[in-house]
């Protein structure tokens, strides 16, 4: 089976940096994606992770581990428009690209 | 270049009455995908397909069918519409693992 697992919500203030964490436990892993979804829109791509360590993309960076089963994104200089749902997707086995998604985590930026 | 394209947009339906989604992308994508987005649950996915012409169940299957006859066509059928359907609905393209998925803006679906 499939367990993705993230904090339901977060706040936090503009102009800082924020870490929002997903652990999974999946049949198979190959690869992490972190998408970014506003209220009433559909998900956009933020980042892939498949091998251990740091992927930064401008203000947002993502970190795997496979051995502990985490991941985070990390999002600096926090902007208004930042607020919005950050979901977290497992792809399982080798050969299959379908993804396993959480229920996300919902992000408040506050002035 | 319109992306990935998901028709209607809203629609209400009555219990037991039958409709068809469609997803139209222009990018050749091979990979094509329905899940479903309900309050706490996060996206599931219902059927998805690898290329034209084939089709699987994902992990919510039921009460749907889909049909991928041409490439950039991927349309998810509700053959007799139930509450517990109501939902929004997107669909997602891919062509290069690495890249993820492009979804479309969705199909919010209301049955009464």
């Known amino acids: 089976g499939q367990n993705i697992d993230q904090p339901t919500e977060m706040t936090a203030t503009e102009g800082a940096i924020v870490q929002i964490n997903c652990t999974y436990q999946?049949?198979?892993?190959?690869?992490l994606f972190w998408y970014q979804q506003h209220a009433g829109e559909a998900p956009t791509f933020l980042s892939y992770?498949?091998?251990?360590g740091l992927e930064e993309k401008g203000r947002f960076s993502s970190f795997l581990s496979r051995s502990k089963g985490y991941s985070y994104l990390l999002l600096k200089e926090l902007q208004m428009k930042d607020s919005a749902s950050y979901l977290c997707?497992?792809?399982?086995?080798?050969?299959?690209?379908?993804?396993?998604f959480g229920t996300g985590t919902r992000l408040t930026v506050i002035p | 270049n319109a992306g990935v394209t998901q028709t209607p947009k809203f629609r209400v339906l009555k219990t037991g009455q039958s409709m068809t989604l469609l997803c139209a992308q222009d990018?050749?994508?091979?990979?094509m995908y329905w899940y479903r987005q309900d309050p706490g649950m996060g996206l599931r996915l219902i059927h998805y397909?690898?290329?034209?012409?084939?089709?699987a169940k994902g992990e919510v299957p039921d009460g749907y069918n889909v049909s991928r006859l041409k490439k950039q066509n991927f349309l998810l059928g509700l053959e007799s519409a139930a509450p517990s359907q109501t939902s929004v609905y997107f669909c997602?393209?891919?062509?290069?693992?690495?890249?993820?998925?492009?979804f479309g803006s969705g199909t919010r679906l209301t049955v009464v």
């Open positions: 397909s690898v290329g034209e012409g084939t089709t």
């Open positions: 997602a393209t891919q062509d290069d693992p690495s890249r993820g998925y492009t």
């Open positions: 992770n498949v091998l251990d």
């Open positions: 990018m050749n994508h091979e990979y």
């Open positions: 997707a497992v792809r399982g086995r080798a050969g299959a690209n379908n993804l396993f």
């Open positions: 999946t049949s198979g892993f190959n690869g």
